[in-house]
């Protein structure tokens, strides 16, 4: 009977067998270079793998390998899903890991390295469908407005209100804007962006945008090389996303903003302020760049409740 891991069957991180643990090396790498997924979805990945894998141990006993993968059954899949409940994971987080497993399994059933149909009889937790939480124009501004009072340094204090001001401005995630090269400046009407996948899309530029971004740049003390970050933290190396997290959360307590007052929140709110003004899906989908137009469409819900309101306020039949 085999017993419990040894520091060899942890390369990685991942309690398994040493054929285990380069099956999953062999998927990340194929991930990478074929399907070109981005850092943070393998960063996933590798979590739902390994509490996956961490679980097999203690449930089977000893550190699963590759014959332990192919041998599992519905019962155990089963007993997966039970763990993460009896954790109380969101079934939107396990929704994910599921999703994870298939993907793998599938990846070593293509290699020949182990077959197991056991994974496609598990029904996938249905997920609440979650609605963008966008901020109203008034808190959008008011929040590019204030961050500058919160920081001493002119510099950093344009730094800020040029990342938020390109965020909301041009509907970027937060990765997105903090990849930007110095190369791209000064701004011009359009903007490269490289998203998700290594997808690139062109996004126009506001003048108020290009001239918060030549602001912050006159006055950062750091003159990286043209591949160098466009945006910078105090010691001159690239801005950690953390610290625009950290501005949002001061932002919610100065101006009393809803926890989903994010940074996320500004490239929501990009896409429901041009949709309440007239915009259609399609473009607005190019402009985001979201594969699928059903991700884009989440954001007519949002939009609806404005509508609503004013439907209500207007309709002479809901005049009293």
């Not at 105090?234 to 101006?255: C, D, H, K, T, Y």
Request: aromatic share 6%; with cysteine; charged share 20%.
């Amino acid at each position: 009977m085999r017993t419990e891991a040894s520091a060899d069957q942890r390369l990685g991180g991942l309690i398994a067998e040493p054929a285990v643990v380069s099956a999953v090396a062999a998927w990340r790498a194929w991930l990478a270079s074929e399907r070109r997924v981005s850092g943070h979805t393998l960063a996933a990945y590798d979590s739902d793998l390994a509490a996956f894998l961490a679980f097999l141990s203690r449930h089977l006993g000893y550190p699963p390998g590759l014959p332990d993968l192919e041998r599992l059954r519905p019962a155990d899949f089963r007993s997966y899903l039970a763990d993460r409940a009896a954790q109380g994971l969101a079934r939107s987080s396990t929704a994910r890991a599921l999703s994870t497993l298939r993907g793998f399994f599938r990846f070593l059933d293509r290699r020949g390295l182990a077959q197991n149909a056991a994974i496609g009889a598990l029904r996938t937790p249905r997920v609440p469908k979650s609605v963008p939480k966008a901020l109203s124009e008034g808190e959008a501004l008011k929040a590019v407005d204030a961050v500058a009072d919160l920081s001493d340094e002119t510099w950093i204090a344009d730094r800020d209100v040029a990342v938020l001001v390109l965020m909301y401005g041009c509907g970027l995630r937060i990765g997105e804007t903090l990849a930007l090269k110095r190369r791209v400046a000064p701004l011009g009407d359009t903007l490269v962006v490289t998203g998700k996948g290594n997808k690139q899309r062109v996004v126009p530029v506001l003048p108020v945008v290009a001239d918060a971004v030549a602001c912050y740049l006159r006055a950062c003390p750091y003159d990286p090389a043209a591949e160098g970050p466009l945006f910078v933290g105090a010691r001159g190396g690239p801005l950690n996303p953390g610290v625009v997290q950290r501005q949002m959360r001061r932002l919610r307590a100065l101006l009393g903003l809803p926890e989903t007052a994010t940074p996320h929140a500004l490239r929501h709110s990009f896409a429901t302020h041009l949709l309440g003004g007239g915009g259609d899906l399609r473009t607005i989908q190019e402009l985001l760049g979201h594969a699928s137009l059903s991700t884009t469409q989440r954001y007519t819900e949002v939009d609806g409740t404005r509508l609503a309101a004013v439907h209500r306020a207007s309709h002479p039949r809901a005049r009293g």
